[in-house]
């Protein structure tokens, strides 16, 4: 015995001085005969040696009578190190000696749970064996074995987990928060939680454990607590290869979230990244974004689906109530011509997407791909460039756009849009197709006017643009109405503001 206290000194001697503030070296508090001596942490002996992997020095201090259900101060386990590992040599060491399957830390998460994140099988197996549930929940989230099993991309853990019981729709924690909608025109986004572990797993993109789930039992339309589907949060992660699995399995493909998505609007959405204040990453995926686009609308996804709000902005900048044209009413054929995605606007009007089917503003597909909007209001597309406007007005009204519409809250129409980008192909062939030279939008401006610079300015735009060539070019097709004793208009050259303006 005293060989075997004298062992369990010797491992607490090779512990590590506390080096956090406020803790302290057990050996200023432990003697030699005392192997459950603590730090002022409340650490064991046991407990830093099950952190470090340590199965020998665990096997020496179980046998000097070391007590495997002591925690520190913050909950901390010997078994709770040990399934943090997924070391199974441990787990099994701990339960032999008496340590309980089912401990947990402060937060309630039990040892199965911490396994699970690892994806250690072999260390599960010895839990679930010992009685282990499997559809226990952490205090915090709600969130079950099964949940980080799928949130850290572990399909064997997942298979394991399920044919042991585990629930494949068990829901994390709602939390309802109180107010939904902001001063500024649109939905607060705030993250409400009930996430399912196929929810997980299509944030990550982990197609074999979307596979295992589905074989589990998992509801493949289940969504969380805005309505968003398995299918449209991978597609909002660019996730394609998942989304074409989950085409490939039978998911509703004409679902919309709160705020109107749809898959097919989300891919179209995603197919040309966001523009936001940082680098958006490729997607790295064997499926691309227009294999995606064209396998929805095969398998039925309406492509006149409108939004039913404005979605979530992402640039904190920008995109605050200032996008008039990916509002509600917004359709994929919308979104896609902001972007000029000619590929996608193709495959839209093949599938019946009507072409000029505006948003609640009166915006039409046309008028986006021609440059409607302020120059520099972001609205999630790529940066265009005249090229790509002229393809897709050339698409757009080859399909029998109508170049005469205005917008319900501007009065503007496509050819004000390319006026007032100096567009001067887009300009020629909205004329040619029968615009309105003279059109008058609000205040009696027309494309004259715009191409002038006599026009409202758009959010943080210091002053209006001004396009001589484009004015003569609109003279010259017959344009006569302007205004030029209106007063120059404003911009916002606030410092603090433009301070803040990204640099592209």
């Not at 966001?274 to 929805?296: N, W």
């Not at 503003?361 to 790509?388: C, I, K, N, S």
């Given at each position: 015995?005293?060989?075997?206290l004298?062992?369990a000194?010797g ?8 080096v ?8 200023a ?12 942490d409340?650490?064991t002996a046991l407990?830093w040696a099950?952190?470090r ?6 096997e ?6 070391a007590?495997?259900t ?6 901390a ?11 199974a040599?441990?787990?099994?060491l701990l339960?032999e ?12 998460q039990?040892?199965?749970m911490a396994?699970?994140?690892t994806?250690?099988?072999?260390a599960a ?6 009685g ?5 929940r ?10 980080w099993?799928a ?16 629930d494949?729709?068990a829901?994390?924690v ?5 107010r939904?909608?902001?001063?500024e025109g649109?939905?607060k ?5 009930g996430?399912?572990?196929?929810l997980?797993?299509a944030r990550?993109?982990?197609v074999?454990c ?12 289940l969504?969380?607590p ?6 449209v949060?991978?597609?909002m992660?660019l ?6 699995f989950?085409i490939?399995s ?8 709160f ?10 959405d ?10 958006d ?6 499926t691309?974004g227009?294999?995606?686009i064209e396998?929805l609308?095969k398998?039925g ?5 409108q939004?039913k709000?404005?979605?979530p902005?992402?640039?904190?900048v920008?995109?605050?109530?200032t ?5 509600a ?10 972007a ?6 193709e495959?839209?009007?093949a ?5 000029d ?9 046309l008028m986006a791909?021609?440059g409607y ?7 999630r597309?790529r940066f265009r460039t005249?090229r790509?406007?002229?393809r897709a007005?050339r698409?757009?009204?080859d ?8 917008s ?5 129409t ?7 980008r100096?567009?001067?192909e ?5 004329a040619?197709?029968g615009?309105d030279?003279?059109a ?6 027309t ?6 610079g006599r026009y409202?300015p758009g ?7 001004k396009?001589?060539?484009t ?8 344009a006569?109405?302007?205004n030029p ?5 404003k911009?916002?050259?606030t410092?603090t503001i ?7």
């Amino acid at each position: 015995m005293r060989a075997a206290l004298a062992m369990a000194a010797g491992a607490m001697a090779l512990m590590p001085a506390i080096v956090d503030a406020g803790g302290s070296d057990p050996r200023a508090t432990a003697s030699a005969e005392d192997v459950n001596a603590r730090a002022a942490d409340g650490s064991t002996a046991l407990l830093w040696a099950a952190h470090r992997g340590d199965v020998a020095e665990v096997e020496r201090l179980i046998r000097a009578g070391a007590d495997v259900t002591l925690a520190n101060n913050y909950g901390a386990t010997p078994m709770m190190e040990a399934a943090i590992a997924g070391n199974a040599r441990l787990i099994e060491l701990l339960l032999e000696a008496g340590a309980d399957v089912e401990s947990a830390n402060a937060e309630g998460q039990t040892a199965l749970m911490a396994v699970a994140r690892t994806g250690r099988v072999d260390a599960a197996k010895i839990l679930l064996k010992a009685g282990a549930d499997v559809n226990a929940r952490e205090q915090w989230g709600g969130q079950t074995a099964l949940i980080w099993a799928a949130a850290q991309g572990h399909p064997e853990m997942i298979e394991l987990l399920i044919k042991h019981g585990a629930d494949p729709n068990a829901r994390s924690v709602v939390r309802n928060w109180q107010r939904k909608v902001t001063a500024e025109g649109r939905p607060k986004d705030m993250n409400r939680g009930g996430f399912t572990p196929l929810l997980y797993a299509a944030r990550e993109g982990c197609v074999e454990c979307a596979r295992k789930l589905l074989a589990g039992g998992a509801d493949i339309d289940l969504p969380d607590p805005d309505n968003t589907t398995a299918l449209v949060l991978a597609l909002m992660n660019l996730r394609w290869d998942f989304a074409k699995f989950m085409i490939e399995s039978g998911a509703n493909v004409n679902d919309w979230d709160f705020w109107g998505n749809t898959p097919l609007y989300v891919a179209v959405d995603m197919n040309t990244l966001p523009q936001g204040g940082r680098i958006d990453l490729p997607a790295e995926d064997a499926t691309s974004g227009i294999e995606v686009i064209e396998l929805l609308l095969k398998a039925g996804a309406n492509p006149n689906a409108q939004l039913k709000l404005r979605p979530p902005y992402r640039n904190a900048v920008f995109d605050r109530n200032t996008d008039h044209v990916l509002v509600a009413g917004a359709t994929p054929l919308l979104r896609a011509a902001v972007a000029a995605d000619v590929p996608a606007m193709e495959l839209l009007l093949a599938h019946g997407a009507l072409v000029d089917l505006p948003n609640a503003d009166g915006v039409t597909p046309l008028m986006a791909a021609a440059g409607y909007g302020r120059a520099v209001e972001p609205t999630r597309g790529r940066f265009r460039t005249e090229r790509d406007a002229v393809r897709a007005v050339r698409l757009l009204l080859d399909a029998g756009a109508d170049p005469r519409l205005a917008s319900l809250d501007r009065g503007e129409t496509a050819l004000h849009g390319a006026a007032l980008r100096g567009w001067n192909e887009v300009v020629r062939m909205l004329a040619e197709a029968g615009a309105d030279l003279d059109a008058q939008a609000v205040a009696g401006l027309t494309p004259l006017d715009f191409a002038l610079g006599r026009y409202q300015p758009g959010f943080l735009e210091p002053q209006p643009a001004k396009h001589p060539q484009t004015e003569a070019l609109l003279r010259s097709l017959g344009a006569t109405r302007e205004n030029p004793n209106l007063p120059p208009w404003k911009g916002v050259p606030t410092p603090t503001i433009q301070a803040n303006v990204p640099k592209y």
